[in-house]
């Protein structure tokens, strides 16, 4: 058997995986590539394989670096089924409606054709069919898999593939718990191989228990001077933390009640979602909603779904609190907001998701005197605090140690999802202290099994 590697290959975005067997072919993730305008071509190229020739596609998560090329791969030819666990299936709408969306803006102003539409979204949905974690499903006489709690967004998965007598794990991305809401990272125990991310694979995170306090710390802050607290935020997973946390402090009397604005549309479908979804949730949220507490309603807590409402929030009085994507600052209502509130000396840019170099976010985040948002040159006066605690993914220490539970039966680890920097430093980390063979795969690569 044989496995290609066309994404996610010394690159963290655009994971694609493909696992051909003497019968069938099956993909593992289709997504899309992200950061800059290189990858906005490699979005648009040909598949280098037939999509009509797929069988199926698994899916480990809703992130649009797993799933954004879908609909493309459908628009290809491709007619078999998407796997997915229930709550991946219905985010994807939403992610794959909102991604469309955007791209379509984008080439409004460029004048080319989007290279999938909306009518390409609806029939990728129509293809999904989602399904349980631990549930075994025989996809033919040759190959069957398995989804487990990857614990790096609601309904995250970890994909355990058994073909032609061999057995592969796919990481998807792997969670930090302990983290809001979810459950823990779910450990395999043996597979003859595996493919495991590296996003972080060259860091070690900074302590997790003190977010929260470092949360409340900045709330307070911003009310004693009478200032907005803006959070650019991830619509998937980070807000839904953010809001839980801010619940608890809220109930728990640790802030005063000051004015909540979840202001995206994006976020506020996918909280809908979580909603749904109780079962995923960890023991402390999942009780938490037993008791009678409505995680996602709290006292001054309101959602801005039309830009009507989103326009109202600065005739609020502060202090209050924003909340509102993207979580670089790259788009989205969150630009509107800065230009409100950057020059002012008395609001707080509060940053929970990891920025990129060069988006506006990492600018603000840098210190920059003036910043320029929609061609207006704002002066940066406003606060600005970092909590690094907040981060999706598992850093050097918690890969190697997820590795680790399967090292007995191994005889390779395949890093992928990475940098080539963070990539290479796992893979030595990982031949260093579990003796294990590694290969980081180059775009394109062929490996048989
Ligand atoms: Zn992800």
């Given at each position: 058997m044989k496995l290609h590697f066309?994404?996610?290959?010394?690159?963290?975005?655009?994971a694609n995986y493909l696992l051909e067997t003497k019968q069938t072919k099956i993909l593992v993730d289709c997504g899309l590539f992200q950061g800059g305008r290189d990858a906005r071509k490699m979005n648009q190229k040909e598949f280098p394989?037939?999509?009509?020739?797929?069988e199926a596609v698994l899916v480990t998560h809703a992130h649009i670096d797993h799933i954004g090329r879908l609909p493309y791969l459908v628009k290809k030819g491709f007619k078999g089924k998407i796997f997915a666990t229930k709550p991946t299936k219905d985010f994807a709408r939403a992610m794959l409606f909102d991604a469309e969306e955007i791209n379509y803006e984008i080439n409004k102003t460029t004048g080319k054709e989007s290279f999938y539409n909306k009518s390409d979204v609806e029939k990728t949905l129509g293809l999904f069919q989602g399904i349980d974690y631990g549930e075994k499903m025989k996809l033919n006489d040759n190959i069957s898999f398995c989804f487990r709690d990857a614990?790096?967004?609601?309904?995250?998965a970890i994909i355990e593939v058994w073909a032609e007598k061999q057995k592969i794990v796919f990481s998807g991305d792997l969670g930090n718990p302990p983290v809001p809401i979810l459950k823990p990272t779910e450990f395999i125990k043996e597979a003859d191989y595996v493919l495991v991310e590296s996003t972080y694979g060259d860091r070690i995170h900074e302590d997790k228990k003190q977010r929260k306090d470092l949360l409340e710390d900045a709330v307070e802050n911003t009310i004693t001077r009478g200032g907005t607290l803006l959070i650019p935020s991830f619509a998937l997973e980070r807000t839904q933390e953010i809001l839980y946390e801010l619940n608890e402090l809220v109930e728990n009397h640790r802030i005063p009640h000051v004015p909540i604005f979840l202001d995206s549309p994006l976020a506020i479908k996918l909280t809908e979602i979580y909603r749904k979804y109780p079962e995923y949730f960890n023991q402390e949220a999942f009780s938490l909603i037993k008791s009678g507490d409505k995680l996602f309603e709290f006292p001054g807590f309101k959602m801005t779904r039309t830009v009507a409402e989103s326009k109202q929030i600065s005739q609020v009085n502060p202090p209050k609190i924003i909340i509102a994507g993207s979580g670089m600052s790259t788009g989205g209502r969150i630009m509107h907001h800065e230009i409100k509130y950057?020059?002012?000396?008395k609001n707080t840019f509060l940053i929970i998701c990891y920025q990129v170099p060069g988006t506006l976010g990492r600018k603000i985040l840098d210190g920059a005197e003036k910043v320029k948002i929609f061609r207006q040159e704002i002066p940066n006066k406003i606060q600005i605090r970092a909590i690094g605690g907040y981060s999706a993914h598992a850093d050097q220490k918690a890969l190697c140690y997820w590795v680790r539970q399967m090292?007995?039966?191994?005889k390779k680890v395949f890093i992928v999802q990475g940098e080539e920097k963070p990539a290479m430093t796992l893979s030595s980390h990982i031949k260093d202290h579990l003796g294990l063979p590694t290969e980081v795969p180059k775009t394109g690569q062929i490996f048989e099994l």
């Open positions: 066309y994404g996610g290959a010394r690159w963290v975005t655009g394989y037939d999509p009509s020739k797929i614990g790096h967004v609601l309904g995250s950057l020059s002012d000396s090292k007995d039966s191994l």
